[in-house]
């Protein structure tokens, strides 16, 4: 069974620019789950899609943007980079919900460095 | 609000020797707490979680957490290290009450760091 797949895993990009990355789930699971992770905050909450609908959302500025496919797959857009946007952007799935005792299962990462 | 903190950036011990990476959390009503490994350049994989029941929990690769609900902890534990152990290990946590804390609340994370 394919685990997450996250593309691309590397990329650069230059401040003011636009990113958009990708997450392929498990097959069969319904909820994607993004976060960023960087050396001093460590792993932040995006925001978590389920059939296609935003379910929750993180403290993240509206420059933080994603979507969720009708087969699950999901991307998020980060428009009108700063450097401090450089940082791994985990995607993970579950099969129902993100919530009570559902396991995350996490792709390997996007690392995004904006120069 | 929900957090969990994991007072060592790092831990080192030696190849053998029993391991304890700790973790406390903070939640208004009662936790799912989890454990999350994470090994260079990949993303983070589940050892373990709790929910409810036995308070020592067993997971993959010989790693067991022991759930203490007075001092709010969920230390991870392993009998005898491996040098293959050596990652980054996270806590995390759910606050099995509140509808809005869906989402799963990391801790900072400990390098543990296993020599031979």
């Known amino acids: 069974k394919a685990g997450v797949t996250q593309t691309p895993r590397y990329l650069i990009k230059t401040r003011g620019q636009q990113v958009t990355l990708s997450c392929s789930p498990i097959s069969g699971h319904r909820s994607v789950s993004w976060y960023q992770q960087t050396p001093g905050q460590g792993l932040q909450f995006l925001f978590e899609y389920f059939s296609e609908t935003q379910r929750n959302k993180g403290n993240f500025p509206g420059r933080f943007s994603g979507r969720q496919f009708s087969n699950s797959r999901s991307e998020m857009n980060v428009s009108t980079l700063e450097l401090g946007d450089s940082a791994l952007y985990l995607c993970a799935s579950s099969l129902g919900e993100s919530s009570g005792a559902n396991v995350l299962t996490f792709g390997a990462g996007s690392r995004l460095t904006v120069l | 609000a929900q957090s969990v903190a994991q007072p060592e950036d790092q831990v080192n011990v030696a190849e053998g020797n029993p391991l304890t990476v700790k973790c406390t959390y903070s939640?208004?009503?009662?936790?799912?707490l989890f454990w999350y490994v994470q090994y260079p350049n990949r993303g983070l994989q589940f050892l373990l979680k709790?929910?409810?029941?036995?308070?020592l929990v067993k997971g993959s690769y010989g790693f067991e957490a022991e759930f203490n609900k007075s001092q709010t902890s969920f230390h991870l534990k392993k009998p005898s290290a491996l040098v293959s152990d050596s990652a980054l290990y996270f806590c995390?946590?759910?606050?099995?009450?509140?509808?809005?804390?869906?989402?799963?609340?990391f801790g900072s994370g400990t390098q543990l760091t296993v020599l031979p």
């Open positions: 709790y929910i409810t029941g036995d308070n």
């Open positions: 939640v208004s009503g009662n936790p799912y």
């Open positions: 995390a946590v759910r606050d099995r009450s509140s509808g809005s804390a869906r989402q799963l609340t």
